[in-house]
């Protein structure tokens, strides 16, 4: 019998750049790789630092494509050669061509989609033409996939109010944390002109697009300038860069902002800030809570649509403020910076979200 441990798993990226549904991905296919599994990674661009943080013995291949849509014979062609035993995908569009393209190969590949977000009514795409097509063809091929992961039981909700899936279709599996990086990078120094003793580093970490509302936090933190000393730091790239950049001098803050850009090591950060903040309008299952967590920040969420309530509703040093609202977030910065906690860094165990917990459940689904 063949042994189960030989079987091919392959899993799908857009690029390396830096996104938490690529990095849950990536240390995914890590794990298999760990568990003697035959792992290819497929990748439509492999542009990107998180490519460093794949197992070097694990097999890349670069469809060299900008779009999914254009990866459509290149990736049925794997399916069809290549014969994997499970194929991994997130982000809807990958979903959808990687059921497709399982179609077209003749092949029975089981597909196993994990969704990563919540439909939001914030979301500028959920009325596009794109949103809608790709919504109305996950709504019938979703169900032919081998198993449906949703990252948060709010993720869950919203791919059966949306798609009108079956509850029993959908298996959750909360995103994990890497401990074992946390307590490598925590150590690690990065000089940073704003980081040391006496200064209020204000922190956030997230992709500059809309759902992260980074144009909130800046404009908020303009108000905390006006009655404190601080600074902020924000970890991340995206398309709404510029505009943010832009709102920055606007408001005559530029000195006081630096946009790091991307890091292998955000547990430094986290480390040395005295406020983390996710200011996001909408969100699946945020890591960063997870990793902000490890280094007993000091946490302020918006209470929005997804999975950050999960995470943080028995964490101590968090708190949940209105979505999208200015002085709520504004009046909780000001109170955060004048805190001066003795904090306990035991008594909230991350170990239910670790890699070996999390990514088990993962291979119980390979032996069904």
């Known amino acids: 019998m063949k042994s189960l441990n030989k079987k091919r798993i ?18 995914l296919a ?30 890349i291949i670069n469809f060299n494509k900008s779009k999914s849509s254009h990866s459509i014979i290149k990736l049925a062609k794997y399916f069809f050669i290549n014969k994997p035993s499970f194929h991994f995908s ?34 500028p795409n959920v009325k596009s033409f794109t949103h809608k097509i790709y919504s109305f063809l996950a709504k019938y091929l979703y169900p032919l996939s081998f198993k449906i992961i949703a990252v948060s ?45 006496n200064n209020n580093v204000v922190l956030s970490i997230g992709s500059l697009t809309k759902q992260k509302n980074h144009e909130l936090l800046i404009r908020s933190f ?24 832009n709102t920055c001098e606007m408001l005559n803050i530029s000195e006081f902002v630096d946009f790091y ?48 309530f999960e995470i943080l509703k028995n964490y101590k040093y968090a708190t949940l403020i209105k979505n999208n609202d200015l002085n709520d977030l504004t009046d909780n910065i000001l109170k955060t910076l004048d805190n001066n906690l003795d904090k306990d860094k035991s008594f909230f165990s991350l170990e239910k979200f670790s890699i070996q917990n999390q990514f088990e459940k993962y291979e119980q689904i390979l032996k069904k």
């Open 261 to 308: 850009g991307t890091t292998n090591n955000p547990y430094f950060f986290l480390k040395n800030c005295k406020v983390f903040v996710l200011p996001s309008l909408w969100e699946g299952f945020p890591n960063v809570l997870l990793e902000a967590i490890s280094c007993t920040s000091q946490i302020i969420a918006t209470n929005c649509e997804g999975g950050s």
């Open 30 to 59: 890590n794990f298999f790789h760990k568990k003697k599994y035959k792992v290819d990674v497929l990748v439509l661009n492999n542009n990107g630092l998180m490519k460093d943080l794949l197992s070097p013995k694990i097999n």
């Open 90 to 123: 997130s982000i809807r569009h990958l979903n959808v061509l990687s059921i497709i393209c399982s179609i077209l190969s003749l092949k029975k590949i089981k597909i196993i989609i994990r969704e990563s977000n919540v439909v939001s009514s914030f979301d």
């Open 153 to 197: 039981f709010a993720v869950k909700k919203s791919l059966i109010d949306e798609l009108n899936l079956k509850k029993n279709l959908i298996i959750t599996i909360y995103n994990p944390i890497n401990l074992n990086e946390k307590f490598h990078k925590k150590t690690q120094a990065i000089y940073h002109k704003f980081i040391n003793n």
């Open 222 to 245: 303009a108000e905390v300038l006006k009655k404190r000393n601080a600074y902020l730091i924000i970890i991340g790239e995206g398309d709404q860069k510029n505009r943010l950049i």
């Open 10 to 27: 392959s899993l799908i990226l857009p690029s390396f750049k830096y996104g938490g549904a690529e990095k849950n991905l990536i240390n």
